[in-house]
């Protein structure tokens, strides 16, 4: 073999083995790339796994005080309707003992009183406006 084509091949060999550095180096900063979109991804879940985590911990506390709220009112409206029963109780008890109190329980309202309780059938917000600008006004009273 010739010195030119020991050369020759030399020169191949060297092209070749820079060629596959120089690939295998695009290769590693193709990963590398990879590698940063990859970590911005996770940065950014991360972020937003800890955001929602946040809000579901808000969410926790504020089903907790609602729920809380809601057994405080319904304890209430046990503790109401447990004192109505009471009153109603007394009431019936009065009008058993008492005639007085039995004959005015069943008397009728006096008139006045019954025209009060007298509404006409409202439909919309105008019927209502105008039923109440057509009502008798109250007169102030006179010096």
């Known amino acids: 073999m ?3 084509r020991l050369a020759l091949y030399g020169a191949a060999l060297l092209g070749a083995l820079a060629l596959l550095l120089w690939g295998n180096h695009q290769q590693f900063e193709a990963e590398k790339g990879r590698t940063a979109v990859a970590q911005e991804r ?3 879940v991360n972020a937003r796994v800890e955001r929602d985590t946040t809000t579901i911990a808000t969410l926790r506390t504020t089903l907790a005080d609602e729920r809380q709220a809601q057994s405080t009112l319904q304890q209430l409206g046990q503790d109401l ?3 109505l029963d009471v009153r109603k109780q007394q009431i019936k008890e009065l009008k058993r003992e008492n005639a007085e109190l039995r004959e005015w329980a069943v008397a009728q309202l006096p008139a006045a009183a ?3 309780r007298q509404r006409p059938t409202i439909t919309g917000a105008a019927a209502y406006r105008d039923w ?3 009502r008798n006004a109250l007169h102030p009273e006179r010096d």
């Open 81 to 83: 309707r447990r004192e």
């Open 132 to 134: 109440l600008s057509g």
């Open 42 to 44: 996770l940065a950014t």
């Open 114 to 116: 019954r025209r009060l």
């Open 2 to 4: 010739t010195t030119l």
